[in-house]
Nanobody, 123 residues
Framework: QVQLVESGGGLVQPGGSLRLACAAS????????IGWFRQAPGKEREFVAG????????NYAEFVRGRFTISRDNVKNTVYLQMDNLSPEDTAVYFC????????????????WGQGTQVTVSS
């Protein structure tokens, strides 16, 4: 059974940082791309960042480039999203996703989704 379990969300002030984690199980992660999506209230879900597990290649949405960093831990089968210089516009539920098709993660709709973790940026 595939499981993607997110953690690390919470409340942070503008300009602050958070690190999200996604622990993956039930998949041969070497063959997957892992991505982060987010959905803010009243808005459509959008791609944030993704990483190809076997070579570490990454892709970012333009609105987070330079502020967010995606990385992986091969031992823990965990993907991280380091989020710096957060703004209220980053407030959303953040979802971890996985798919063996890189294009689905980077440009489409991945097959596997976690339950999401809430990130709230507010003073």
């Amino acid at each position: 059974q595939v499981q993607l379990v997110e953690s690390g969300g919470g409340l942070v002030q503008p300009g602050g940082s958070l690190r999200l984690a996604c622990a993956a199980s039930g998949i041969t992660i070497d063959y997957y791309a892992i991505g982060w999506f987010r959905q803010a209230p009243g808005k459509e879900r959008e791609f944030v960042a993704g990483i190809i597990w076997n070579d570490g290649s990454t892709n970012y949405a333009e609105f987070v480039r330079g502020r967010f960093t995606i990385s992986r831990d091969n031992v823990k089968n965990t993907v991280y999203l380091q989020m710096d210089n957060l703004s209220p516009e980053d407030t959303a539920v953040y979802f971890c996703t996985a798919d063996p098709r890189t294009q689905a993660v980077f440009y489409g709709t991945p097959f596997y989704w976690g339950q999401g973790t809430q990130v709230t940026v507010s003073s």
